[in-house]
């Protein structure tokens, strides 16, 4: 038996098999989950090629979480799917202007680019639960994916602020969607070496020495830990946490300088 058996799970945001939404999407169909998936634009021709390396090849949506008419369609979608219920939905989504708000570039980032990667990264979270409220209920649960926001990083910059915004919203959606018995949560994972983090100017500098300064080591390959607490969290074994930030980072966040 499983431990997401029976369960409608949403993971918004998969492009290359090395994302951790794709290793969620994995994961959660090992765990006996029926799994939707989703991108947009040039992106989803190579999410569709992508899809095709899950056990199991899953319906792939077109969403743009800046998009007001995707957001307002989302629902009726995934009806057209069969799908009556959602007990997980999965926000794998982040973007940040490399050009102008990583790699040392905070003082000059410009407010153009900064709301974009807010809009991207951390609203997107809250439009993503509104798009899908009417297929949530009680049980239901939304996970969304940081990194640690609690301290400066070297390169992070402006998304270390919209990371900050992400961790903020997650604990608002908490308090607001609680009432309904929807769970909110967020996994914090260590630096891994996904097309996101290859986007990062100087990601090396923040990945350096993280698998030999974690307690319990770290691979920055291997997105099967961040998956799996982030389909435990979508599982009925946490149903009083909400507002939470599990950390999967080998223990990093725990120690002092």
């Not at 939905?89 to 708000?101: F, W």
């Not at 410009?110 to 798009?131: F, G, H, I, N, R």
């Not at 920055?220 to 961040?226: A, E, L, S």
């Amino acid at each position: 038996m499983g431990l997401l058996d029976g369960k409608t799970v949403l993971v918004a945001g998969v492009t290359m098999d090395s994302s951790i939404g794709f290793a969620v999407a994995k994961v959660a169909q090992e765990q006996g989950a029926r799994v939707l998936i989703s991108n947009f634009g040039r992106a989803l021709s190579i999410t569709k090629r992508i899809a095709k390396r899950l056990p199991e090849t899953p319906p792939v949506l077109d969403l743009d979480v800046t998009d007001q008419e995707h957001l307002d369609g989302l629902a009726d979608a995934l009806r057209a799917e069969g799908v009556e219920r959602l007990d997980g939905v999965v926000h794998s989504i982040a973007y940040g202007n490399p050009e102008t708000l990583l790699g040392g570039k905070f003082l000059d980032g410009p407010w153009e680019d900064v709301s974009q990667a807010v809009q991207v990264s951390a609203y997107s979270l809250k439009s993503l639960a509104m798009a899908t409220r009417p297929l949530l209920g009680p049980g239901s649960s939304v996970v969304g994916l940081t990194f640690d926001a609690t301290i400066a990083w070297p390169a992070y910059d402006w998304m270390g602020v919209a990371k900050a915004a992400l961790e903020s919203t997650s604990r608002y959606l908490a308090r607001d969607l609680g009432p309904d018995g929807i769970r909110c949560n967020l996994v914090s994972a260590g630096p891994l070496k996904t097309l996101a983090a290859k986007a990062i100017p100087g990601f090396e500098e923040l990945d350096e020495g993280w698998g030999t300064r974690a307690p319990l080591g770290w691979d920055n390959t291997d997105q099967g830990p961040t998956a799996k607490a982030v389909c435990a969290l979508m599982s009925d074994f946490f149903p009083a946490t909400t507002g939470e930030i599990v950390h999967v980072d080998g223990g990093y966040h725990s120690l002092g300088a």
